[in-house]
């Protein structure tokens, strides 16, 4: 019986420190303020009451913080839109959605902003450990046809390339090669194949676009432990002092009424050399008179890649309404990468941030610069180039 007892009153004893660790730590893991007592209405309840109340706040939470009409209308739209291809049988499908260009000017970053909606199929999303590799999130969803394997008739190797999806759903494609790369006849036979497909384009700046992409092939050299014509240009002055003269030579100030000829003439040199791409890209007027014949900025989005990188929301919002697309992606849900302080995705149902490669951003993370000289003389080779785009698309962009 004596050992009843002490076993009662010990029981007792250790549920009165228990009890008291709980009004301390008020059954929520925050330390009350030492100086912090009870109040008197507190103090009248028995302990039993006082640890129910505070049961039940630690159990429901504090009420929740009050939704706005904007994320209740939003939720449910986003709901219906995902009910709508539930049980659906996936298929192949021809894009609505190509990403046409530009290489090195954010095309990547734009269509992972744009992966999240619910209506928008791309080809699969990579596993953590190849989500750095340089090239295969690149390559993971380029499928490289128009330019690649168009051969006048047969789909079948673009399917290969695209993801399966349900109908009614936007397949989604991305090869930037197709803006300014050969053959000629990309945006004719991307045309006839898809006649009610819209693009997209993101152009940036020229300089800069250059000395990103000779860079890349800089680092395809490595990966791939292969050796080549760049291998002779251990920085990017002495890739230009070659080539800039060259390139200079065959194309010069932009000439109205040569543009066209000049146009076939870039496509032309890129074939003899390759490396001339990495100054020729960045003409973007003349790559626009081979598309514009098929194209206009009605089925033609052109993007600042300036404002892409420093404040992609608001492009997100506007391309949704380009494509007739539910605008479930707000410019809100687009936020700086407190590690990288480049913008990311962030879900608004879970809080998730969609971080961009490490790979990205390579030559905007400081550690690839131009000299004052290499940006003077780029700047003197695209100035009448950057001032005839700017007069063909009535829009000026922050370059110069």
Not at 276 to 291: D, E, Q
Request: charged share 25%; glycine share 4%; hydrophobic share 40%.
């Amino acid at each position: 019986m004596l050992t009843l007892v002490k076993k009662l009153l010990i029981a007792f004893f250790v549920l009165n420190l228990v009890i008291l660790c709980l009004l301390n730590l008020g059954l929520r893991g925050e330390v009350l303020p030492r100086n912090q007592v009870l109040s008197d209405k507190d103090q009248s309840r028995s302990i039993a009451e006082y640890l129910l109340r505070r049961f039940q706040n630690f159990q429901y939470g504090e009420p929740p913080a009050p939704v706005s009409d904007e994320d209740k209308l939003r939720r449910e739209l986003w709901l219906k839109t995902e009910e709508q291809f539930q049980n659906k049988t996936k298929d192949h499908h021809l894009p609505k959605i190509i990403g046409i260009g530009t290489e090195k000017c954010g095309t990547f970053a734009l269509f992972n902003f744009l992966r999240p909606h619910p209506m928008i199929r791309m080809g699969r999303e990579l596993p953590p450990e190849l989500k750095d590799d340089p090239f295969v999130g690149d390559l993971e969803i380029e499928a490289h046809f128009f330019n690649q394997r168009w051969n006048g008739h047969d789909l079948k190797p673009y399917f290969t390339h695209l993801p399966l999806a349900e109908e009614g759903a936007f397949v989604a494609e991305k090869t930037p090669a197709y803006f300014s790369f050969p053959p000629l006849f990309v945006p004719m036979s991307m045309k006839k194949v898809l006649p009610h497909t819209k693009l997209l384009l993101v152009l940036c700046d020229p300089v800069k676009r250059a000395l990103s992409d000779f860079h890349q092939e800089w680092d395809l050299l490595r990966v791939h432990n292969e050796s080549g014509e760049l291998t002779r240009y251990h920085n990017f002055t002495s890739y230009l002092d070659v080539y800039l003269p060259r390139m200079t030579q065959e194309v010069g100030e932009w000439i109205e009424e040569r543009a066209t000829l000049m146009s076939y003439r870039v496509i032309k040199e890129h074939n003899k050399h390759f490396l001339n791409h990495i100054l020729t890209v960045g003409l973007y007027a003349l790559h626009l008179k081979r598309w514009f014949p098929y194209y206009d900025q009605s089925n033609l989005m052109i993007i600042d890649g300036g404002k892409l990188l420093s404040d992609p929301g608001p492009i997100i919002e506007e391309i949704q309404d380009f494509y007739d697309l539910p605008k479930l992606l707000l410019k809100e849900d687009y936020v700086r990468d407190p590690d990288t302080n480049y913008f990311c995705f962030k879900d608004w149902k879970t809080g998730e941030l969609r971080r961009l490669p490490k790979s990205k951003q390579r030559t905007r993370n400081g550690n690839a610069k131009l000299t004052d000289e290499e940006t003077v003389r780029l700047k003197s080779f695209y100035k009448t180039h950057n001032e005839a785009l700017f007069k063909m698309l009535n829009r000026t962009f922050n370059w110069v």
